[in-house]
């Protein structure tokens, strides 16, 4: 019995008919103009998913701000926003979802304009097709290569190319043909499974619902067709049980569950599984859904498991099948996109989601940066906004993961700025590195506070930041000399003195910068660890890696000194003549002239340089130590 029938005699039949369908994402893509909006929205009207008032609002759309003159303009049911509707282009990502008889469907329109390319990998990365729309009369292009380059990155493999406006060129096969073998070409180099090519109007309708007699030559399925009969691509994916853990349930000292979206395989009461990154075992006991027990769960369903053994979970572990569980790592080789109007530089602390996981992280190395407009592998030190990299990621802990070609839940990331929690990159983990498994922590019988108590002192790094010439190094001598004179055990690192040999080979780019300071921070956290009393005067123009600074120590070993001279006081001083040069263009990335500095929000010491003598403000830190001794 038909849908409409079903909705006529029995709705519940209808509901459950429904609930049953299995669902495709796909997503929408190509240049600017090539029809991606009207496609979806002809899908959305001859599917019957327009309500009587939204069919109203649109014809009246279509007569104010459309491009059909008085027809039906169907991009306006997708291009929602104002910025879209004038400039008749796709800015951000329209979700929008339909069904037909066979199946439900939700359909990404992703932008066509190279400077969105972020937004097109949001809407591709939960897609399991793509629709790669090509103008007939313009045929294979620049965006065209980009976007299918992006499909293939985010491992989709249903590819339909959707040769769009061909009652432009009068239903021209043998123009068909050379645009179709021209991206076959593209698609073998990018490994993509054979695509399905059909011809369209998608304004007309044109072998979008049915197959149009215009074009008696194309032997194919229409589009609708097309989409009803793709397999899910997911189901060729992992099998093997996987449910990264969202919640640890305990509503009472009688019940401790641990709560869950199942990403792959099943599982049952009585199932072995293993708790990563852990690697303790257990059994399952009860499978709990939300009216009650379960005799098993599936992928795609949310439930709560409790275990035979009292053992540790937490949020983020990842329960898996204990005869076939994921990898574990710390270090990974990824691909990553870049969403940030500030740069990724390598060293920067960044926090790492994968799954229900969050961990610090940072980009230790640029393998290559993608060119996506010619496929060619470039040299980079930085990852700009859109920009596409291989890059070798290390996290401060390990987590279960799978290569995302294997399962994007736990292959697929995002990077989060640490200072604005705004999404900066998404990326996509490929293998572990092996440095990953055969590098391991060494026990020492002699630990930090033993060192410590041999020196009768505890450790901490005295952080002092600011401009050159605020007064920094003169400061930091001073407070190592009154240290030195009361017996305690220090180590002054000068940020000019440290370039002569630990970080001789880096310059004075942002990148060189946040790779100077982490090197300063870890050889400071070895010296905390050897009992010193570490004093730091380096410039750390960035707050982000103060703050990874800070958080290599322990509580109450890191205090920051923001020196603070303004501008003109600093450049007045000019002992090195560092600011005449920076100001003639003989010295580039000089801070506070043509590179940024960003003062420290709290430091614990903030020294006023223009109004205090180093001697005053070398006392005052000393006298801040003592009353704050470390706990």
Same mark, same amino acid.
């Given at each position: 019995?038909?849908?409409?029938?079903?909705?006529?005699?029995?709705?519940?039949?209808?509901?459950?008919?429904?609930?049953?369908?299995?669902?495709?994402?796909?997503?929408?893509?190509?240049?600017?103009?090539?029809?991606?909006?009207?496609?979806?929205?002809?899908?959305?009207?001859?599917?019957?998913?327009?309500?009587?008032?939204?069919?109203?609002?649109? $014809?009246?759309?279509?007569?104010?701000?459309?491009?059909?003159?008085?027809?039906?303009?169907?991009?306006?049911?997708?291009?929602?926003?104002?910025?879209?509707?004038? %400039?008749?282009?796709?800015?951000?990502?329209?979700?929008?979802?339909?069904?037909?008889?066979?199946?439900?469907?939700?359909?990404?329109?992703?932008?066509?304009?190279?400077?969105?390319?972020?937004?097109?990998?949001?809407?591709?990365?939960?897609?399991?097709?793509?629709?790669?729309?090509?103008?007939?009369? %313009?045929?294979?292009?620049?965006?065209?290569?980009?976007?299918?380059?992006?499909?293939?990155?985010?491992?989709?493999?249903?590819?339909?190319?959707?040769?769009?406006?061909?009652?432009?060129?009068?239903?021209?096969?043998?123009?068909?043909?050379?645009? /179709?073998?021209?991206?076959?070409?593209?698609?073998?180099?990018?490994?993509? !499974?054979?695509?399905?090519?059909?011809?369209?109007?998608?304004?007309?309708?044109?072998? /979008?619902? $049915?197959?149009?007699?215009?074009?008696?030559?194309?032997?194919?399925?229409?589009?609708?067709?097309?989409?009803?009969?793709?397999?899910?691509?997911?189901?060729?994916?992992?099998?093997?049980?996987?449910?990264?853990?969202?919640?640890?349930?305990?509503?009472?000292?009688?019940?401790?569950?641990? =709560?869950?979206?199942?990403?792959?395989? $099943?599982?049952?009461?009585?199932?072995?599984?293993?708790?990563?990154?852990?690697?303790?075992?257990?059994?399952?006991?009860?499978? /709990?859904?939300?009216?009650?027990?379960?005799?098993? =769960?599936?992928?795609?369903?949310?439930?709560?498991?409790?275990?035979?053994?009292?053992?540790?979970?937490?949020?983020?572990?990842?329960?898996?099948?204990?005869?076939?569980?994921?990898?574990?790592?710390?270090?990974?080789?990824?691909?990553?996109?870049?969403? *940030?109007?500030? =740069?990724?530089?390598?060293?920067?602390?960044?926090?790492?989601?994968?799954?229900?996981?969050?961990?610090?992280?940072?980009?230790?190395?640029?393998?290559?940066?993608?060119?996506?407009?010619?496929?060619?592998?470039?040299?980079?030190?930085?990852?700009?906004?859109?920009?596409?990299?291989?890059?070798?990621?290390?996290?401060?802990? @390990?987590?279960?993961?799978?290569?995302?070609?294997? !399962?994007?839940?736990?292959?697929?990331?995002?990077?989060?700025?640490?200072?604005?929690?705004?999404?900066?990159?998404?990326?996509?983990?490929?293998?572990?590195?092996?440095?990953?498994?055969?590098?391991? #922590?060494?026990?020492?019988?002699?630990?930090?506070?033993?060192?410590?108590?041999?020196?009768?002192?505890?450790?901490?790094?005295?952080?002092?930041?600011?401009?050159?010439?605020?007064?920094?190094?003169?400061?930091?001598?001073?407070?190592?000399?009154?240290?030195?004179? !009361?017996?305690?055990?220090?180590?002054?690192?000068?940020?000019?003195?440290?370039?002569?040999?630990?970080?001789?080979?880096?310059?004075?780019? *942002?990148?060189?910068?946040?790779?100077?300071?982490?090197?300063?921070?870890?050889?400071?956290?070895?010296?905390?660890?050897?009992?010193?009393?570490?004093?730091?005067?380096?410039?750390?123009?960035?707050?982000?890696?103060?703050?990874?600074?800070?958080?290599?120590?322990?509580?109450?070993?890191?205090?920051?000194?923001?020196?603070?001279?303004?501008?003109?006081?600093?450049?007045?001083? *000019?002992?090195?003549?560092?600011?005449?040069?920076?100001?003639?263009?003989?010295?580039?990335?000089?801070?506070?002239?043509?590179?940024?500095?960003?003062?420290?929000?709290? @430091?614990?010491?903030?020294?006023?340089? =223009?109004?205090?003598?180093?001697?005053?403000?070398?006392?005052?830190?000393?006298? #801040?130590?003592?009353?704050?001794?470390?706990?």
């Amino acid at each position: 019995m038909a849908d409409t029938d079903l909705i006529a005699h029995d709705v519940e039949a209808y509901l459950e008919a429904h609930r049953t369908k299995d669902l495709l994402r796909f997503i929408t893509c190509g240049s600017v103009d090539d029809g991606k909006s009207t496609l979806i929205g002809r899908l959305l009207y001859d599917a019957r998913m327009i309500f009587s008032d939204q069919l109203a609002a649109l $014809e009246a759309d279509s007569r104010r701000v459309g491009t059909q003159g008085q027809n039906i303009d169907f991009a306006l049911l997708v291009d929602g926003l104002a910025a879209e509707r004038e %400039q008749g282009i796709t800015i951000d990502v329209a979700y929008r979802f339909f069904a037909t008889e066979k199946r439900k469907f939700i359909v990404a329109d992703c932008p066509g304009h190279e400077q969105y390319t972020r937004n097109m990998v949001t809407g591709a990365s939960t897609a399991d097709a793509a629709v790669i729309l090509v103008d007939a009369r %313009q045929g294979v292009l620049t965006q065209t290569r980009r976007h299918a380059f992006l499909v293939s990155l985010l491992g989709i493999r249903h590819v339909i190319l959707a040769v769009n406006k061909m009652d432009l060129i009068g239903w021209s096969r043998d123009r068909f043909d050379a645009i /179709v073998a021209e991206f076959d070409g593209i698609a073998t180099a990018l490994n993509i !499974d054979k695509a399905h090519a059909l011809p369209l109007s998608a304004l007309h309708g044109d072998n /979008v619902l $049915e197959k149009s007699a215009r074009s008696p030559w194309y032997a194919g399925p229409s589009l609708m067709t097309l989409l009803e009969t793709l397999p899910p691509a997911r189901t060729a994916r992992q099998t093997a049980f996987r449910m990264p853990v969202q919640w640890v349930n305990r509503p009472s000292s009688d019940f401790r569950g641990f =709560a869950g979206l199942v990403s792959s395989g $099943e599982v049952r009461p009585g199932d072995a599984l293993k708790v990563l990154p852990s690697g303790r075992t257990a059994n399952v006991s009860r499978v /709990v859904g939300g009216e009650g027990d379960l005799p098993a =769960a599936r992928a795609g369903q949310a439930v709560t498991l409790t275990l035979d053994a009292e053992i540790d979970v937490s949020r983020g572990d990842v329960l898996a099948s204990a005869t076939n569980p994921p990898e574990v790592a710390d270090q990974f080789e990824c691909t990553l996109v870049w969403m *940030d109007e500030a =740069a990724m530089l390598p060293g920067r602390p960044y926090l790492l989601k994968l799954a229900t996981k969050t961990a610090g992280a940072s980009v230790t190395e640029i393998k290559h940066q993608i060119d996506v407009n010619t496929f060619e592998a470039r040299p980079a030190k930085r990852l700009d906004l859109n920009g596409i990299a291989v890059c070798n990621i290390s996290l401060d802990q @390990p987590v279960a993961f799978e290569p995302y070609e294997t !399962d994007r839940d736990l292959g697929g990331f995002i990077l989060i700025d640490r200072l604005t929690n705004r999404t900066a990159g998404a990326g996509m983990l490929r293998y572990a590195l092996r440095r990953s498994h055969n590098i391991h #922590w060494q026990a020492l019988s002699v630990d930090k506070a033993a060192r410590a108590a041999l020196k009768g002192q505890r450790g901490r790094v005295l952080w002092l930041t600011g401009l050159s010439g605020a007064g920094k190094s003169t400061i930091a001598d001073l407070v190592e000399k009154r240290l030195h004179a !009361d017996g305690r055990h220090t180590y002054l690192l000068d940020g000019d003195n440290v370039r002569h040999g630990l970080n001789r080979d880096l310059g004075f780019t *942002d990148e060189d910068r946040v790779e100077n300071i982490r090197r300063v921070a870890e050889v400071a956290r070895l010296m905390v660890d050897a009992g010193l009393i570490v004093l730091v005067s380096f410039i750390s123009p960035f707050r982000a890696e103060r703050r990874l600074a800070r958080e290599l120590m322990g509580p109450g070993e890191f205090v920051e000194v923001f020196v603070d001279a303004p501008l003109e006081v600093a450049e007045a001083r *000019d002992v090195k003549g560092l600011y005449r040069k920076a100001r003639a263009g003989e010295l580039a990335n000089f801070t506070g002239i043509d590179s940024p500095y960003e003062a420290p929000d709290a @430091p614990e010491i903030r020294i006023d340089a =223009a109004a205090e003598t180093p001697d005053g403000a070398a006392d005052r830190i000393v006298a #801040w130590l003592k009353a704050h001794p470390t706990s």
